[in-house]
């Protein structure tokens, strides 16, 4: 095998993993299917992609929201067993939202299979994260 295909393959298979690594990519769709909660394909959710990640993170969304979506969202996290919404922020690999005193944030968790599945939202910023990890 010649250098320049090795050279070749070996930068497609970096750019394959970067890719595949990357936490948010799919945006909404991918995110309902990582949370079970199917009802997110009806919300109108903007996908705000990361530019900064760690290789192999767990998957983490940004999107952009609407006091309606919001709303919505609250409804169906409720029905899915999520606790209530409480003041803070979420940190989490290369995300830290919401911890500063001037901030509107809140979050909610859920802890199912081994895994705890969060939100925080920012009304504020129209702003909702949503993160899972071991």
């Not at 799919?26 to 919300?43: A, H, N, T």
């Not at 690999?93 to 199912?112: A, I, N, R």
Request: glycine share 8%.
């Amino acid at each position: 095998m010649t250098r320049i295909k090795k050279l070749t393959i070996s930068s497609f298979l970096l750019l394959a993993v970067g890719y595949a690594s990357k936490p948010d990519r799919g945006g909404v769709g991918r995110c309902s299917k990582i949370f079970g909660i199917p009802e997110l394909r009806q919300c109108h959710f903007s996908h705000r992609p990361f530019l900064v990640w760690e290789f192999f993170e767990s998957p983490k969304f940004r999107f952009t929201v609407s006091p309606s979506d919001f709303s919505r969202l609250d409804t169906t996290l409720k029905a899915a067993g999520y606790s209530a919404w409480e003041r803070g922020g979420v940190t989490y690999g290369s995300v830290s939202h919401g911890w500063t005193p001037d901030e509107d944030s809140v979050y909610c968790s859920l802890k199912q299979g081994g895994y705890s599945y969060t939100w925080s939202y920012s009304e504020r910023k129209n702003l909702i994260y949503a993160i899972t990890f071991p």
